[in-house]
């Protein structure tokens, strides 16, 4: 396994512009694990690549405007091993971290239903605090505003 300190960038990395994904299959009906991590800096996704192993894709920019950005994924046996050795760095994706590696080593199909449930409940109330913290930044920037006009 790779030293401290690119498990510990790995996991600052993931906290910030990854996470751990469920990726549901159409035939058969199945969720698969994999852990993505996202950024317009494709070189430090080939030292993840180079480290940990996985994939990297370009992706298309959606917008004429906006940089090319690269996906890096790792799923499987080594997903669960580098979870399980970045547990220690991670801080926001934390529980997420946790639902994942329970997932990926029980059997239990119900089990698993409950996990995927968890990981979309985690993920919803991520999202409504995101959405709170940039409501607040944006009254914040127009009471600014107000105040430096009168």
Not at 58 to 75: I, M, Q, V
Not at 125 to 133: H, K, P
């Amino acid at each position: 396994m790779p030293m401290k300190n690119t498990l510990s960038y790995l996991a600052g990395y993931i906290d910030v512009d990854g996470c751990f994904f469920l990726k549901k299959d159409k035939n058969p009906i199945k969720y698969r694990a994999y852990i993505v991590v996202s950024s317009t800096n494709e070189e430090v996704l080939k030292t993840f690549e180079l480290s940990f192993g996985g994939s990297i894709y370009a992706c298309t920019p959606r917008k004429d405007h906006w940089k090319r950005s690269y996906h890096w994924n790792c799923r499987g046996k080594f997903a669960l091993e580098i979870t399980h050795a970045m547990l220690e760095f991670l801080t926001e994706k934390k529980s997420d971290a946790l639902i994942f590696i329970d997932y990926i080593q029980t059997d239990c199909k119900n089990h698993k239903q409950e996990l995927i449930q968890k990981m979309k409940i985690n993920r919803d109330q991520v999202r409504e605090i995101n959405e709170s913290v940039v409501e607040q930044i944006k009254q914040t920037k127009t009471i600014g505003v107000s105040n430096e006009l009168d």
